[in-house]
């Protein structure tokens, strides 16, 4: 199994850590300390020594910061993890605000006491984050102080050792292109922006820019590491040799000068000398990295990763990889549905129905020749109100058993070599209420409207967020997270910088893939959420229009409950776009499934 289920935190350590941590925070004269979730890399996905958060609080999330104060600890997480957060934390301990309306520069700025110093790492805070602390902080008269060491590695008595699992080649067939050709590119960018070098933080675009792959955090296939890039010569690559094969030392070493993570300050430090011109994407690059640079004479550039928008931006051969692990994913999935339809409500369990699907995807990839290397992220299999938690993680502890009349809520990807994939599905067991038919439909026809858009080319993802909760608007409800993320190539499943979202400021481009995935949640009842992934198409001419337009090709072949859809709340237009999108999910899987499930999926996707 891929996925595991024991619970990896547990909030009653939480308060002797923390006094642990107030002794240390008082013997270097400190105020607070910040403790965010986040790694050297400012990833999403961090290695098990990196989940300081998790450690010291009990909260899980992948998205959060603490502050810990001498008499009080806070906790900020946003939309997504509310209900994660209050359950997964001490209340006498924590105070739980909202990352978005209230994040600590805010909460510190309003509540601090004049002279207050708060420490932080600056390895684990980004050029950004740290400037906008520091305005904030400046008025209120709170100093901010870097530290040598982190005060959390200080107490973590049993941190676990660094990954050193091993690279691997991402060969040129699944990449499409040369890492050399890349790395040429990156170097031409570099160039244009002004820089002299450019340090690469993110795990993402190092493994996209040297076509390679590795397995240091969960589920996502990042070998973690640094670069520095320069506008003439070879780039200079930071990875533990540990992790490198003869074979793909060699591989990297036609292009790329090979160092030890250790050398990365003292190599950019010689590089900053002189005044040299160092680039440092302010949003994701750590302080750390800034304050090397100054210290030793360089000046920073603020450009964006160059890498960001190539990796996002799929080329052919990507993008025919991901359509092929969508078939096979659209297999397993209707085997997996096809079962669960088989079985009585209070046969099913959350944990057994991610070992099945785990299972049925296993399958598909060896019946295919095209292994399932990982799951794409641990899978969300709520079961009534568990549903209602949007990112929830089933564990031994809260595994829940199925009933009669409930809501199953399905979120789940895989990740093969060719691509990554990630869809949501949410069932019926037994007869649903008539709310939750009405609501799910609401949901789906915000679904179905990204699904069928036309939008001319400079549109962003926050100008079409809100086709997806028109009708839920209408009805008075909404949804507390964005309507789609990036998701990469046999990458991560949530991948920058476009994404659909009232944030959402990167225009959408051709090659893109984006998930599409309104949903509803009512607390203690159900959560209901509809998701495929989509891809952002060439534009064309509409018949008697002015401008080309872009759309969306759907990637994902999955059934959508018919049983949950309140046929008469859909419009022509939408009916027909679900029906003949139903076609074609016939049409494409049931020739890669056995009788049995090709005679299921024939009833699942029958016109309405």
């Not at 996925?3 to 105020?31: G, Y």
């Not at 800034?290 to 990796?311: F, H, I, K, T, W």
């Not at 028109?470 to 998701?487: E, I, N, P, R």
């Amino acid at each position: 199994m891929f996925q595991i289920f024991n619970s990896t935190a547990d909030p009653t350590h939480a308060k002797p850590r923390i006094e642990r941590l107030r002794k240390l925070m008082a013997e270097h004269d400190l105020d607070g300390v910040l403790v965010p979730r986040s790694d050297e890399h400012q990833g999403e996905y961090v290695a098990v020594c990196s989940e300081r958060l998790a450690w010291l609080t009990g909260f899980t999330g992948s998205a959060g910061a603490a502050l810990i104060l001498r008499d009080k600890a806070i906790l900020f997480v946003d939309g997504r993890y509310t209900l994660q957060a209050k359950e997964q934390t001490d209340p006498e301990l924590f105070t739980i605000e909202s990352l978005i309306d209230n994040p600590p520069r805010e909460w510190m700025k309003a509540n601090l006491p004049k002279r207050s110093r708060v420490g932080f790492d600056p390895w684990l805070h980004t050029i950004g984050e740290i400037k906008a602390l520091r305005e904030a902080l400046e008025e209120a008269g709170t100093e901010l102080m870097p530290l040598e060491r982190n005060p959390v590695d200080a107490i973590w008595d049993d941190r676990p050792a660094p990954p050193a699992e091993p690279v691997r080649i991402h060969p040129l067939e699944r990449a499409g292109e040369a890492a050399a050709d890349k790395l040429s590119r990156l170097a031409e960018t570099l160039k244009e922006g002004g820089a002299d070098h450019m340090v690469l933080t993110d795990p993402s675009s190092i493994a996209w820019s040297f076509n390679i792959r590795g397995s240091d955090v969960p589920h996502t296939p990042l070998a973690l590491g640094f670069a520095i890039l320069s506008a003439e010569g070879k780039p200079r690559l930071f990875l533990d040799p540990k992790k490198l094969s003869g074979e793909t030392e060699r591989y990297l070493r036609d292009f790329a000068e090979l160092h030890p993570p250790a050398e990365l300050e003292s190599t950019l430090a010689g590089f900053s000398e002189n005044g040299a011109k160092i680039g440092l994407d302010s949003g994701i690059a750590a302080e750390q990295l800034r304050l090397v640079v100054e210290d030793n004479g360089g000046s920073v550039v603020s450009v964006s990763d160059p890498a960001a928008l190539p990796r996002a931006t799929k080329n052919e051969t990507e993008l025919q990889g991901a359509r092929d692990a969508h078939l096979r994913d659209g297999a397993a999935l209707a085997r997996f549905l096809a079962w669960l339809d088989s079985r009585k409500p209070e046969e099913l369990d959350e944990i057994t129905v991610v070992k099945e699907l785990e299972g049925f995807r296993r399958r598909a990839g060896e019946e295919m020749q095209m292994p399932l290397r990982d799951i794409s992220f641990d899978t969300i299999s709520g079961a009534g109100p568990n549903g209602a938690i949007i990112h929830y993680r089933v564990t031994e502890k809260t595994n829940r058993r199925a009933a009669a009349g409930e809501l199953f809520l399905i979120d789940s990807g895989g990740q093969y070599e060719d691509g990554t994939t990630d869809v949501t599905r949410t069932v019926a067991l037994g007869e649903p209420t008539e709310e939750m038919r009405h609501r799910f439909t609401l949901v789906l026809k915000g679904m179905i409207a990204l699904s069928m858009l036309r939008f001319p080319e400079g549109t962003r993802g926050m100008d079409i967020d809100a086709f997806a909760r028109v009708a839920l608007w209408k009805a008075g409800l909404d949804y507390g997270h964005g309507t789609g993320h990036g998701v990469g190539s046999y990458l991560s499943v949530h991948e920058g910088p476009q994404r659909i979202a009232k944030t959402g400021k990167e225009k959408l481009r051709t090659g893109m893939i984006l998930s599409n995935e309104p949903g509803i949640y009512r607390e203690g009842h159900y959560g209901i959420r509809i998701e495929n992934l989509i891809v952002v198409s060439p534009p064309e001419a509409i018949p008697g229009g002015e401008k080309e337009m872009h759309g969306f090709e759907t990637l994902t072949l999955v059934p959508i409950d018919r049983r949950l859809i309140e046929t008469a709340l859909l419009s022509d237009d939408e009916r027909t776009w679900l029906n003949d999108y139903h076609q074609r999910v016939f049409d494409e899987i049931s020739p890669l499934v056995d009788g049995k499930t090709a005679d299921w999926l024939k009833e699942a996707t029958a016109p309405l």
